[in-house]
């Protein structure tokens, strides 16, 4: 069943209280970060290295962004940073799909006015 069917068939104060407790359990804003995390193993180019003999050094993170179409940005992510950059990427995520149900929600509210109020 769609969402926007289940969610007409509960009660303007069922649905109330679903986007009061979604609005609840959202992440502190100044722990969100949108990006991705990139794993990768690099080679230095050092010809005695281990990393010729195919032993690469890594793994290296990368945080990567979408700037806009065809641009994009990424930076090294230490290893100390790591596990709180990826709590930051999962609380975002988390926002953004909280944020298109409590929408999804006030969607259906607003479609009950519209329908109550008699039209000129």
Request: proline letters at 6%; one cysteine or more; a positive charge.
């Amino acid at each position: 069943m769609k969402a926007s069917r289940a969610l007409s068939k509960l009660s303007d104060l069922a649905l109330q209280q679903r986007r009061r407790g979604l609005a609840k359990m959202l992440p502190p804003a100044e722990e969100t970060l949108r990006g991705s995390l990139i794993e990768r193993y690099l080679t230095c180019g050092n010809p005695s290295c281990k990393c010729a003999r195919g032993e690469r050094h890594g793994p290296v993170w990368y945080l990567t962004i979408t700037l806009g179409p065809g641009r994009t940005t990424s930076a090294v992510v230490p290893s100390e940073l790591l596990e709180r950059v990826r709590h930051w990427i999962e609380n975002y995520r988390k926002v953004k799909g909280d944020l298109e149900k409590i929408s999804e929600i006030n969607r259906e509210l607003l479609r009950r006015e519209r329908k109550k109020k008699p039209r000129d």
